[in-house]
């Protein structure tokens, strides 16, 4: 059991704790987030501080997100740490992150997310895009897949849908399970978000966009004509230029948009 103990804290199952623990990982993150003393750096789930030490030394200060409150009292105490942060206690996926607008300054976030609740975290930051450059997010390498997913393959989802639709996405590096204590069992990667701007994002409601996307990959093996029966017809899915024959993964992140835009304008 002691591998599940670094620096003196216990991983807890129950927050999906897994403390990155490999310099030259750690370097390469820090370099790809690189922190500047002007940044409105934010960062969650900082742990046992790993990422933030070095970020902090190059920026003088940052705001972290900690759901424990064993390691967000540790960091808050932390004599050289503590002096340059300002800690918040709390669930990320409740948090309003706009609170941490200054001005104009928008927000750069970073960090490495509980893969057991990254995808419903990701999707609460990007209602949040417009105030943020840029994210860097250390993930399951598989969801890092599914966010960068192109039609036709079989990753392409709804998370690759919403990523894309809201974001330029790019990985960054692959992170094997050895560089974690304790190690996950599954291999990792670290994943760069820029959103887009708002008029790049063409939806009329991103909320309808979301639906379309859950109808659509419900049951990936349907056909469009089936797996969007509840929203739409067929002779209406053939007017928007969709063909029902193919399935959701065949659709490009436009075609969704059209598909929603659709709905919005003739069944709201």
């Known amino acids: 059991m002691t591998d599940k103990v670094h620096l003196g804290h216990r991983a807890r199952k129950r927050f999906g704790q897994n403390f990155l623990n490999d310099d030259m990982i750690i370097d390469k993150i820090v370099t790809a987030i690189d922190p500047k003393p002007e940044d409105n750096l934010v960062e969650i789930g900082p742990g046992l501080g790993a990422i933030t030490e070095p970020v902090a030394d190059l920026s003088g200060h940052l705001t972290v997100v900690e759901l424990d409150k064993d390691l ?53 930051l990007f209602e949040f895009a417009d105030n943020v450059e840029h994210m860097h997010f250390m993930l399951q390498k598989e969801v890092v897949k599914r966010m960068v997913a192109g039609p036709g393959s079989k990753a392409f989802g709804r998370l690759s849908v919403m990523t894309q639709y809201y974001c330029h996405a790019m990985p960054v590096i692959d992170v094997p399970p050895e560089c974690f204590k304790p190690a996950p069992k599954v291999d990792s990667a670290v994943i760069r978000l820029i959103p887009k701007k708002p008029e790049q994002r063409s939806a009329k409601s991103t909320k309808l966009l979301n639906t379309v996307c859950l109808e659509a990959f419900n049951q990936r093996r349907k056909t469009l004509r089936n797996s969007l029966s509840n929203l739409l017809t067929a002779e209406e899915l053939t007017s928007i230029g969709i063909d029902i024959t193919l399935r959701a993964e065949s659709l490009s992140l436009q075609q969704f948009i059209d598909i929603a835009n659709w709905i919005y304008d003739n069944k709201q």
């Open 72 to 124: 967000a009292e540790r960091l808050t105490s932390h004599p050289f740490l503590g002096p340059k942060l300002t800690v918040h206690q709390g669930d990320a996926m409740k948090f309003d992150f706009s609170s941490l607008i200054k001005s104009d300054e928008k927000l750069k976030i970073f960090g490495n997310l509980p893969y057991n609740v990254s995808t419903p975290l990701l999707f609460h």
